[in-house]
């Protein structure tokens, strides 16, 4: 896999945690019912890895542009991201996995990083 300073490109951690989806034959569509839990490969580091790929793809742009207005654009992605795709996929996975989706959160933050203890 392609790095840049140790970490993924974004495109490349996109088709990454795409792929764990396919391996473990859940849809990767957003509001379908997914038949496994996904905690391996980026998905130890943030519980959303396409969507922060996606949000990764925007800042690029935004640092590329030079300007300050792509970073509004920043900001409106991940809103809508959150409110719009995050939040009831979140709530719908704590329906269907429960008590195993609630102690994969509480050690994986929403969108970077692991929690403390």
Sequence with gaps: MPLA???????????????LFKKRGTDVKPFRD??????DGPYRITRHPMYLGMLLIV??????AGSTTPFVVLVGVW???TVHFVIPEETAMRRQ?????EQYARQVRR???RHSG
């Design 5 to 19: 300073k140790n970490r993924p490109l974004p495109p490349t951690y996109v088709r990454w945690a795409d792929g």
């Design 34 to 39: 997914a038949t496994a839990l996904v905690t």
């Design 59 to 64: 800042l690029g742009a935004a640092l590329v």
């Design 111 to 113: 969108w970077l990083g």
């Design 79 to 81: 809103w809508l991201l």
């Design 97 to 101: 996995f429960g008590a195993q989706y």
